[in-house]
């Protein structure tokens, strides 16, 4: 993988001094049914902060809440210090999906799709300027690919089309990046490339809310951990009291997890899996505890 080049610069507008997403009391869902309830959290500028929780928990719902692709029954949204309906600067929020979106059957190149990250930044008339593709290039190379940014994307691996589209989301040049599940599917190798990706970005100081259901990939660069489980907040906390409590908090989690897991919106079943603690939370045996 080729050495980064500087990161790319952070969105033009300064920071909100407060939180930059804020959840109060907030209930998601799908049609008529709430996935998660009653869920109150704050993200901070320059958190790490990952949301725990097995599959079917409620956990990428939270996200997809904040984005407005969840419906929304109960409480508030708040976006850099505003509600979410009346922010209208998307393209300070970038957002990585966990289910792949980069279609094998239109032939696009890396740099083509990554500077579709771009189309929210620019005039409805669309056309391309300097400032665009300087940012497209930075996002490709701080990923790691541009060595591959000319080769079609479906010839790319797994873990390489999830650099991609990490790398689509920053193009945008967002203040705080979303990321639901980023090493699902994705070998150990590609989770470590994936982890270097993300301590760069945590350098140079972005905001980084990542949803997944195991943490050892990115245990080294977390401040912040918040476990999901049956719809509801279960543990909200730094990293380190969540390394000293795991054992209790993974308890809870497989004592409330029950088998009428909730549905899967975007269909198929939906199949418990465990939650991976950090190494610091095992015995002297090397038992995992939970």
Request: no cysteine; charged share 20%.
């Amino acid at each position: 993988m080729s050495a980064p080049s500087p990161a790319p610069s952070p969105a033009a507008a300064s920071p909100a001094p407060g939180p930059v997403i804020e959840l109060r009391h907030a209930s998601f869902g799908y049609g008529e049914r709430a996935v998660v309830t009653d869920v109150s959290l704050a993200v901070n500028p320059g958190d790490v902060l990952a949301i725990l929780g097995s599959n079917g928990s409620g956990k990428s719902t939270v996200v997809k809440g904040v984005l407005g692709l969840a419906q929304q029954f109960t409480g508030e949204v708040d976006l850099f210090g505003m509600p979410r309906a009346d922010f209208h600067d998307h393209p300070r929020i970038g957002y990585v999906p966990q289910r792949h979106t980069l279609s094998s059957t239109v032939r696009s190149t890396v740099r083509e799709v990554v500077g579709t990250g771009r189309l929210s930044r620019q005039p409805w008339w669309g056309r391309t300027t300097g400032a665009d593709r300087a940012a497209v290039e930075r996002a490709i190379d701080l990923v790691g690919l541009s060595d591959r940014s000319s080769v079609d994307v479906a010839d790319l691996s797994g873990g390489q089309q999830r650099r991609v589209l990490i790398a689509r989301a920053l193009a945008g040049e967002p203040d705080v990046l979303l990321m639901d599940e980023p090493t699902a599917g994705v070998d150990a190798v590609n989770q470590h490339v994936l982890a270097d990706v993300l301590r760069r970005l945590v350098e140079h100081g972005l905001t980084i809310v990542v949803v997944t259901h195991e943490l050892a990939a990115f245990e080294d660069l977390v401040t912040r951990v918040v476990v999901i489980d049956a719809g509801q907040v279960r543990f909200d906390g730094d990293r380190a009291t969540f390394e000293r409590t795991s054992t209790s908090v993974l308890h809870d989690h497989n004592h409330h997890h029950h088998d009428d897991e909730l549905e899967d919106p975007d269909g198929g079943s939906v199949v418990p899996v465990t939650i991976e603690v950090p190494r610091s939370a095992h015995d002297a045996s090397g038992r995992t505890h939970g």
